[in-house]
């Protein structure tokens, strides 16, 4: 890789934490220092599975244009033969555990999973795969029926090790939703049959929403009229104990996790990264980290904090690219837990992230596609980098607003301020086409609905569209 194009896989925003990131690498790219091990594995109580601690998340597949550039784009088509070499990379290292649904990459995922996985035998890995039925149309007992077999065809197994009913909680009505999606069609019911028939292993299901939905499926556990062998949450030293802060309409991982431990239920986690923000940390937060370990990512800290608790099955990251597998499976052959001080320092850190006001966009691409053809993700995830290394200029303190300077000192400001506003204009350009950014939203509030972290999506697009029509305006 180029080394420009390694710092952007870092996340690296400033010389100087490049410098340290790049102190703790080999001419391969590979984190230098200790080469990995054996990949530490939990074992599942219900029925003695033993499951690597790093579990890979089949969202974000790594694509090709029609040049063969690596891309990024949800829209792009995707790399099978890269697919097929990262999933080769993560079985030969004791990764086992494979995440997937019918949503995933434009409903391509479980397919590419497929191919990858078939080349190795069966009992190399488990597969995740979910009942996503979100749109309307898909609500019918026939419709679910067919999305359920679907995923045995396109993943090219004869059974499901892990089966989740995916998303409940979300939408504008999550208790509605989850009885029409689950419960009124008979959809549960089929999914348990299919459990007692073999062709389902383990059945759980994925949470994000109203936490009501929540609380209403471990009562159904409670009352035994099903059995969930694990849940899936999102866990990470923000969202411990600030995922409310951050938006009143989610849910604290504390709770989510102790319920499932005082019930004995694996958990497993998603989103141990928040699509990236964690390993996109702003630069006075990233030195603190790099202080303590020069050697280690940014993003490994965040590994080590989502994996250190017991009833942790596995840990699901996106790797879309290369780099992102030999770190995580660096940070996991073996995992050392973190103790009680790196917890606690940890949880800290994300106390003072919340002061910089990013969007809790985690880069799912739910939203997608804006039916006006905004990049929804990209604003979302260019806007967060630039208040992460604070690269958005501030109109209100630039010359001439109420600051007593004169002569060489106001000259220096101007021309500091010009610079920065002139950085991130261009900045925005480059990351999101013109025709696909803030501006263009009307509003509509059709991709909100779909949304996991329930964000308002027009109020925070037009948000970013007033700010930087502001910096546009005072040059």
């Not at 019911?189 to 073999?198: P, S, T």
């Not at 759980?204 to 409670?222: C, P, T």
């Not at 690219?321 to 770190?327: P, Q, R, W």
């Not at 106390?351 to 596609?369: A, E, F, G, I």
Request: hydrophobic share 35%.
């Amino acid at each position: 890789m180029k080394r420009r194009d390694f710092l952007k896989t870092l996340g690296v925003g400033t010389a100087t934490v490049a410098g340290a990131a790049l102190a703790g690498c080999d001419n391969d790219n590979k984190p230098a220092g200790k080469q990995p091990g054996e990949m530490t594995m939990r074992v599942n109580p219900n029925n003695g599975d033993r499951v690597s601690i790093l579990g890979y998340g089949m969202m974000r597949l790594p694509t090709v244009d029609s040049q063969g550039s690596a891309r990024e784009d949800g829209e792009a088509e995707i790399d099978q033969e890269m697919v097929n070499r990262q999933v080769d990379y993560a079985i030969e290292h004791g990764v086992n555990y494979f995440d997937t649904s019918p949503a995933y990459c434009r409903g391509r995922s479980e397919h590419c999973t497929g191919i990858a996985l078939s080349r190795h035998p069966r009992d190399k890995y488990l597969i995740a795969t979910k009942l996503s039925n979100f749109s309307p149309e898909t609500w019918s007992h026939e419709a679910g029926v067919e999305m359920f077999r679907n995923s045995l065809r396109e993943l090219q197994v004869d059974y499901i090790d892990y089966m989740l009913l995916h998303g409940i909680g979300m939408g504008k009505d999550g208790m509605a939703e989850f009885e029409a999606r689950y419960i009124d069609n008979g959809i549960l019911n089929y999914l348990i049959e299919q459990k007692q028939k073999g062709t389902i292993r383990n059945l759980g299901f994925s949470y994000h929403g109203d936490i009501a939905v929540f609380d209403r499926a471990l009562q159904m556990h409670d009352r035994g009229e099903v059995h969930w062998d694990f849940v899936q949450i999102e866990l990470n030293y923000l969202d411990w104990k600030h995922a409310k802060e951050i938006n009143p309409r989610n849910t604290n991982a504390v709770y989510l996790y102790d319920e499932l431990d005082r019930r004995d239920i694996p958990a497993v986690i998603m989103e141990p990264l928040l699509g990236g923000r964690l390993s996109h940390l702003p630069e006075p937060l990233a030195k603190r980290l790099l202080s303590l370990d020069p050697e280690a990512s940014v993003a490994s800290w965040a590994f080590r904090y989502a994996g250190t608790r017991p009833r942790v099955l596995t840990v699901l990251s996106g790797m879309t690219l290369m780099e992102h597998l030999i770190d995580n499976v660096a940070t996991y052959s073996p995992l050392v837990p973190l103790t009680d001080e790196e917890l606690a320092m940890l949880e800290k850190l994300g106390s003072d992230l919340v002061s910089y006001h990013t969007v809790p966009c985690n880069d799912c691409k739910y939203c997608m596609p804006c039916p006006y053809g905004i990049d929804i993700p990209a604003i979302f995830i260019h806007y967060n980098k630039c208040l992460s290394e604070g690269a958005v200029p501030d109109v209100a303190e630039r010359p001439g607003q109420g600051q007593a300077l004169h002569g060489d000192a106001k000259a220096s400001i101007s021309d500091n301020y010009r610079r920065a506003r002139r950085d991130f204009l261009i900045g925005v350009d480059r990351a999101v086409p013109r025709m696909r950014q803030a501006d263009k939203c009307i509003g509509c509030g059709q991709c909100s609905p779909h949304c996991p972290q329930r964000i308002d999506i027009p109020r925070e697009l037009h948000r970013i569209s007033d700010v930087i029509e502001q910096i546009k305006r005072n040059p």
